[in-house]
């Protein structure tokens, strides 16, 4: 074996040693996570509105959080999100979907940076329907429910990366329907996590 080879490898064991000490440090028990994430999302809407001539839908949205390790690799928080959905794409009107609100948040890590996530969420909503110079906005409120499982890059003792592949089933009122507006959403979010430890 050369000795470039052995290099290498003693290089790639230490990569992986820090890692897992940066996790370990930073899922500790009592420890207080703060973070912010961005994602895309496609969804399939399971009762159609009314003027909707499309059935799946194009989420964009962004969120923050903060939560707490109240055991090692177990944390419990909230996180307050909102976003813009494409209620529709057909190019002859603008059908847009607004959305903004807060939930509790879990978390809980169950190898090494593997984790799986639940959530539920409580928002506002706003739809507008344009066509041409018209535009029409209605108010509504709704529930989102959440699982995901990802995966998180621990780069230091107090700074993190994760990727997390999301299921949010979402239902909707609207004052000018007799029933809930629902859809079912895929997407991927990419989160930037920051740990630390109040001092006593």
């Known amino acids: 074996m050369s000795a470039q080879n052995t290099t290498n490898k003693e290089d790639s064991l230490e990569w992986i040693n820090d890692e897992l000490e940066s996790f370990k440090h930073q899922t500790q028990k009592g420890k207080w996570v703060v973070g912010m994430g961005y994602g895309l999302g496609v969804s399939y809407q399971n009762q159609s509105l009314a003027f909707t001539k499309s059935t799946v839908l194009l989420d964009v949205f962004g969120m923050v959080y903060s939560g707490y390790f109240i055991y090692d690799k177990l944390w419990v928080g909230a996180f307050g999100f909102g976003g813009l959905r494409s209620v ?68 230091t003792k107090n700074l993190s990366l994760d990727i997390i592949i999301n299921y949010y089933y979402l239902s909707t009122d609207y004052e000018i329907y007799e029933t809930s507006n629902t859809s079912s959403n895929f997407s991927i979010t990419a989160n930037i996590n920051f740990a630390f430890k109040k001092k006593k």
């Open 88 to 155: 529709s794409f057909n190019y002859s009107n603008n059908n847009l979907e607004s959305f903004l609100g807060v939930g509790p948040r879990v978390r809980k890590y169950v190898f090494n940076g593997f984790f799986l996530e639940a959530s539920i969420g409580f928002n506002k909503s706003l739809l507008s329907y344009s066509v041409e110079n018209n535009v029409a906005r209605f108010d509504g409120f709704g529930n989102m429910y959440g699982l995901g499982i990802g995966f998180g890059n621990f780069w």
